[in-house]
């Protein structure tokens, strides 16, 4: 009868494994049968990255350098609609990037102007930005006001 106490694995099915590097009389000691096989007589053979003799991988890839997009990105200035009411309050009903940048609502001239909605705006204005939020678009046109997308923005930023 088959229980704990008695269990035991199949004949053949363990095998004892060869003690080698013991004494130097059992001819598993200084060269255990490989017999100065060099590179092939090691235990690991060889590391997994090895390339036989062209400069490996990781030594040709450039270090803590790597590729960005960040000359090509291109950044907007924001301006909020609370922003557009203070120029509605004095008159100033055509907005455009240079009107924004002589009023200091800006700063940075080689940046786009992005139009984001933060505020109700009150007044009826015609605007001429680079892009608009489509809350602040809404916004502009309930009040019969209109809203030009203008494309060319230059790519370089001025950081």
């Known amino acids: ?69 960040h000359r090509f990105k291109i950044e907007y200035n924001i301006v909020n609609l609370e922003d557009l009411e203070v120029l509605a309050s004095k008159w100033i009903l055509e907005i455009n990037k240079d009107i924004l940048i002589e009023n200091w609502i800006i700063r940075k001239k080689k940046w786009g102007v992005k139009l984001l909605w933060v505020w109700e705006l009150k007044s009826k204005i015609v605007i001429d930005l680079n892009r608009v939020s489509k809350f602040a678009k809404d916004a502009v046109e309930k009040l019969w006001g209109t809203v030009k997308i203008i494309e060319n923005i230059e790519t370089t930023s001025s950081k």
Not at 20 to 39: A, D, I, P, V
Not at 45 to 61: D, H, I, N, S, V
């Open 1 to 69: 009868m088959l229980s704990l106490n008695n269990l035991k694995p199949d004949d053949g099915s363990r095998k004892k494994s060869k003690r080698l590097w013991r004494w130097n009389g059992s001819w598993k000691w200084t060269f255990c049968w490989k017999w100065c096989n060099g590179q092939n007589a090691r235990w690991s053979k060889m590391w997994a990255r090895f390339e036989w003799g062209q400069t490996p991988l990781f030594r040709r890839t450039p270090k803590l350098r790597g590729f960005s997009n």
